[in-house]
């Protein structure tokens, strides 16, 4: 499984903010951003609280792509 936050980095561009910046504005942690530069999955509750400050849904945020096992899986 693979998590696109490719959403929420466009988002940021397009307010002119940084991930930093994003999160002192939300109390998220250091480590919670780098599981999502690195595509982990982070707590429902993490993008609540990004959702309220940038005004946007989970939809907006992030993206499921199968990996390339689940794909060769299915054919």
Not at 1 to 19: F, Q, R, T
Request: glycine share 6%.
């Amino acid at each position: 499984m693979a998590i696109s936050y490719n959403g929420l980095w466009k988002l940021l561009i397009d307010k002119g903010m940084k991930k930093g910046d994003l999160c002192k504005s939300t109390g998220l942690s250091s480590s919670t951003m780098a599981k999502m530069t690195n595509g982990e999955s982070v707590n429902l509750s993490v993008l609540e609280r990004i959702c309220e400050e940038l005004d946007c849904d989970f939809a907006d945020l992030v993206n499921y792509k199968k990996n390339q096992k689940e794909v060769h899986k299915d054919e």
